[in-house]
């Protein structure tokens, strides 16, 4: 008997979710009383870029500069960097649901297909007319840092910064699975919106240590927690704070953010906004690599794995409505990131941008922007990605 395929089954089972959203999507309004009608939303986000490293010797992808001119680094490449469909459900005035899924992940033929599915969760709304508070379970991302707040159609940059990856990358931040507390005392006139969120803290694909066969599981009791705080002193300014914590081998663990909003309209055609985001919390994948199975937690001092670093994001926006673009931005992130703090090695990045949006609310948008990467100390006798590196790259979106 022929065996089944796991990652065929799971191409499969996608693709049949994908073509059950799209035939459900004719039927968005089905009246269930005189009062509410469920509705479904299906959105798509496409997003696909060309990039060339203006150093032969870098790779477009990985960074990596190779000292050898014959080792067939990739200077130049196209990459699909999202497609991704969502589908929002109104099931009910109390209850709504979220799915997104990002079909680029099956674009490499060795991809881990369980980070296809990237969001799916549902939300319980105790008070629907005030937003007072909702309990969310599933998957999706904790409410902790800035850029957590938003889907990628509608970064003011061309993608995640240095600082979130770096955040990822120890499960503080991106897509995990868990529970939330979320609320807004604005119609009590407290310009006031919190987040209390509590996750596995161990990405959306680990395997769980005790069962070879169980994935997306915990692998261990310990429960990552954040409190998130935003707060408006004066329209169109937006203050937050957040904190997060959990343990490793008994011993505490945390990370904090401190980010700002802002934006302010001169005329009718000219507005500006800005993005700013301070964090420093523990590596804590550098922990556990410290750490291992055998070395206990109380033989390393924790606060020498930490992370810290900050980003800027000013924008100018030209709008003309009545035209083919209906508005063009100016753009230039500027980021300081220390991955090792006490490595002393932070990296620079300065992101210079054009943007074009062709459609409103970002429907339709081209990028051409640069990448310019530095280190204080770069590594140039081997191959190594911790070294000078720029980049030009022009990026296309479609919202829809």
């Not at 395929?5 to 269930?32: E, G, H, R």
């Not at 500069?65 to 990459?79: E, Y």
């Not at 033989?299 to 980003?311: D, F, K, L, V």
């Not at 620079?348 to 922007?369: E, K, S, V």
Request: aromatic share 14%.
């Amino acid at each position: 008997m022929k065996k089944n395929n796991p990652k065929k089954i799971a191409v499969q089972a996608i693709l049949l979710f994908s073509l059950i959203l799209f035939n459900n999507f004719s039927f968005a309004q089905i009246k269930t009383d005189s009062s509410f009608q469920k509705k479904i939303k299906l959105n798509t986000i496409i997003i696909g870029y060309y990039a060339k490293s203006t150093d032969p010797y870098t790779d477009v992808q990985t960074g990596i500069h190779n000292v050898k001119s014959d080792s067939g680094v990739v200077n130049n490449s196209f990459t699909m960097r999202y497609i991704r469909v969502q589908g929002n459900y109104d099931l009910t005035p109390s209850i709504d649901a979220n799915i997104l899924v990002n079909f680029a992940e099956l674009k490499n033929p060795n991809a881990d297909f369980h980070k296809v599915i990237e969001m799916a969760y549902a939300r319980y709304k105790f008070f629907p007319a005030g937003g007072y508070l909702t309990l969310q379970v599933g998957q999706f991302r904790p409410y902790t840092q800035l850029e957590d707040m938003y889907g990628i159609q509608f970064h003011r940059s061309y993608y995640w910064s240095n600082q979130y990856l770096g955040l990822s990358s120890s499960n503080w931040t991106s897509f995990q699975v868990g529970a939330a507390l979320t609320g807004s005392l604005k119609k009590m006139n407290i310009p006031l919106n919190y987040y209390l969120t509590v996750w596995n803290g161990n990405g959306r694909v680990v395997t769980a240590v005790n069962s070879a066969a169980q994935t997306n599981g915990d692998n261990d009791n310990n429960k990552n927690f954040a409190l998130r705080l935003e707060y408006e002193p004066i329209k169109d300014i937006i203050v937050g704070v957040a904190e997060s914590g959990t343990h490793y081998q008994g011993k505490a663990i945390n990370n904090f953010n401190a980010d700002i909003r802002a934006k302010h309209s001169f005329t009718k055609k000219w507005d500006a906004e800005l993005e700013a985001s301070y964090s420093s919390g523990n590596d804590v994948s550098a922990i556990i690599a410290a750490t291992g199975t055998e070395i206990p937690a109380s033989s390393i001092n924790y606060s020498n794995y930490i992370m810290r670093g900050i980003y800027v994001i000013p924008l100018v926006r030209y709008n003309t409505p009545a035209s083919k673009v209906k508005s063009t931005e100016l753009t230039c992130r500027y980021e300081y990131w220390k991955q090792d703090v006490l490595a002393n090695n932070p990296r620079t990045t300065i992101a210079p941008m054009i943007n074009f949006n062709l459609a409103d609310n970002y429907g339709a948008r081209f990028q051409l922007f640069g990448i310019l990467n530095s280190y204080k100390k770069q590594v140039t006798n081997v191959n190594s990605a911790v070294y000078n590196a720029n980049q030009i790259v022009a990026q296309v979106q479609f919202f829809f």
